[in-house]
């Protein structure tokens, strides 16, 4: 009898919601996660593998790929692929938690939209004119966020522990997905992640920043089935989609 296919979840990062996920997930199977209302990397990797049975395929955007190394700590058992897009396994250098203030201090003294506003910009690296058309409804997704529910990411981020351990002793299948003007999660960090995961895909797509899978879903949906098909993750409808 052959093994159940695995359930595809993509998880979503800081501010996010389905719409980062959404053009691709609609060109592969799954559901999508996002993490208002959590405190703890722990607590979310707990929610997600509490969700869906069975075997998993974690697609994990930024924060998302943090939950989604914290799942494989968790139930390494479980975990039948990985795939980690703009994001990394170091904790918290000495700096990042001044930098996350100043964008806390917006968000307190000015609101959701004025932090929609500081922080969105930097993360984009697609053309202008893709950019553009993206930006109102990126906008949108960060105003839903209430103060409390960012300040509980910020502490969910600025409480995580080193994930290296975790991803070299992964022994799984593993995409590393970077992008060229990804300036807050480059590709030489995915490389130093491929170092840990020698068995990984590293894919470098060009012409995206930070918020890759909104940014070039298509490629980034092509990457995502490509790895899969080759590691028998995916049915032959999906894989023909």
């Known amino acids: 009898m052959s093994k159940p296919l695995p359930s595809f979840v993509f998880l979503c990062g800081l501010l996010s919601d389905a719409r980062v ?4 997930a609609e060109a592969l199977p799954g559901r999508i996660v ?26 994990g955007h930024s924060m998302g790929g943090r939950v989604a190394l914290e799942a494989v700590r968790q139930a390494p058992g ?6 980690l897009a703009n994001t990394g396994v170091h904790p918290p250098a000495e700096s990042e938690a001044a930098g996350r203030q100043r964008m ?13 506003e500081a922080w969105l910009p930097p993360m984009m690296g697609a053309a202008p004119d893709r950019v553009a058309a993206l930006m109102p409804d990126l ?6 966020y209430s103060l409390q529910a960012y300040l509980g990411q910020i502490a969910a981020l600025l409480g995580r522990a080193d994930a290296g351990p975790v991803l070299a002793g992964y022994g799984g299948p593993v995409l590393l997905l970077s992008a ?20 990984a895909m590293l894919r470098i797509i060009v012409g995206a920043g930070h918020m890759l899978p909104v940014e070039v879903p298509e490629a ?6 490509d790895w899969a098909v080759a590691n028998g ?5 999906a894989a023909s989609a």
Do not use: K
């Open 139 to 144: 906008r949108a997704m960060v105003e839903t």
């Open 180 to 199: 060229d003007h990804d300036r807050w999660s480059p590709p030489a960090q995915h490389e130093a992640m491929h170092a840990l995961a020698p068995q």
């Open 233 to 237: 993750l995916l049915g032959d409808a």
């Open 104 to 116: 806390i201090d917006i968000a307190r003294g000015q609101g959701m939209a004025a932090l929609a």
């Open 220 to 225: 980034t949906a092509a990457a995502i089935r």
């Open 21 to 24: 996920w959404a053009p691709v």
């Open 34 to 59: 996002a993490f208002p209302g959590f405190e703890s990397l722990a607590v979310m990797a707990e929610s997600v593998l509490a969700e869906t049975e069975g075997p998993l395929v974690l697609v």
């Open 78 to 83: 479980r975990i039948a692929g990985l795939v």
